[in-house]
């Protein structure tokens, strides 16, 4: 599956946006999907995971501010941000597999996500 994140930008501090990742392939509603972050310097890390089946987990860091989600008639994941804090600025990449654990099999390109002060 190809994967090709998009909705990133600069915003300001409490203010919202909504990323999106379209996927290839006809077999969408099979794979468990995800949303990490990373910066310059620092490791890659897990944000939110929607499941095949629909079920949501997210990292403490945005608990109740993100919502993942995820329109397997339209092969496409979400990620709705609100609330941001600088501490969100980072490029978001979104990953697909296949199994429910382990390591993710597809990642798409990352988009920038600004938030500034």
């Known amino acids: 599956v190809q994967l090709q994140a998009s909705g990133g930008g600069t915003v300001e501090t409490g203010g919202s946006l909504r990323l999106s990742c379209a996927a290839s392939?006809?077999?969408?509603?099979?794979?468990?999907m995800g949303w990490f972050r990373q910066v310059p310097g620092k490791e890659r890390d897990f944000v939110a995971r929607?499941?095949?089946?629909?079920?949501?987990y997210y990292a403490d860091s945005v608990k109740g501010r993100f919502t993942i989600s995820r329109d397997n008639a339209k092969n496409t994941m979400y990620l709705q941000m609100n609330s941001l804090k600088p501490e969100d600025t980072a490029v978001y990449y979104c990953?697909?597999?296949?199994?429910?654990?382990?390591?993710?099999?597809?990642w798409g390109r990352g988009t920038q996500v600004t938030v500034s002060s």
């Open positions: 392939g006809r077999t969408f509603n099979l794979y468990h």
């Open positions: 990953t697909a597999r296949k199994q429910l654990i382990g390591e993710y099999d597809y």
């Open positions: 929607v499941t095949s089946g629909g079920s949501t």
